[in-house]
């Protein structure tokens, strides 16, 4: 119990060290790169870490803090114009800026300038910390380095099952990773919550024992490296797995003891589709770890 607490204690002041950087950084470099190397936490998790822990993905917290920011010079000094505003927000144009800024405070930066709210201002942001207890079961598993075959998706998460018959169309043909025989993956590249749409990649894998040999589908080999993971299983449609995902960085993680690996989390897939209702397919999410 007591390991528990200290290794709570010790997530918390990595945070705490995050928030207190981008409270006193704002014009400065508040990257991922950034503010991961400051946590002292692998960049492709970040993202996950950070919103499951402080409730709101990294880039809309500092957006808050800026735009709070801008409401207390905007209503405090007459010298600042609305550009002022939106250029030291970080915005490109006055419009985005006001737009945002109406978002997040109920009135536009000059209405705000006339006539404050600040109850509105101070109750805007309110982090969820913690706040939920974990229901889950967490395995700690030795993954074994695994050949597969992979096909990248680049482009919206709404677009992946068009990819994914790629894939199929690939396995059929070729007949290097049948589905009844062979583990089938998936490896997210990045986070799609916090991703540009067009700049989201996912991995379409299955599992091989051969080279891949040379096809017009794009289809290439790959190695997920084996070692220590935590594995959660996640029940019901994939459009949904980020219910089960979030709760592993926001409640396990921090009183785990455990340190995340630089590699991104990925999925194995344990039924097939439409041999299983989407409400019951199973899924393993795989968390790699030091």
Known sequence: MQAHTD?????????DAVLAYIDANLEGDLSVDALSRIANFS???????FAAYVGVPVARY???LRL???ARSLASQASCSVLDAALDAGFDSPEAFSRAFKRAFGASPSAFRRHPKWQIWGANFVVPYLSRKLTMQVQIVDFSETRVAALEHCGPPGLVNESVRRFIEWRMQSGQSPVSSSKTFGI?????????AEEFRFDICGEI???VASNVHGVRELLI?????????????TDHISETIYPIYRDWLPSSGEELRDHPLFFQYLSVYPETALDQWQTDIYVPLV
Request: aromatic fraction near 8%; proline fraction near 11%.
């Open 62 to 64: 500092v957006q808050l």
């Open 7 to 15: 290794a709570t204690t010790a997530y918390t002041k990595r945070f």
């Open 209 to 211: 024992d051969e080279p």
């Open 43 to 49: 960049k492709f998790h970040f993202h996950r870490q």
């Open 188 to 196: 997210p590249r990045n986070n799609p919550d916090t991703t540009p």
């Open 68 to 70: 709070r920011r801008a």
């Open 225 to 237: 490296p084996g070692g220590r993971c935590a594995v959660v299983r996640h029940t019901g449609s």
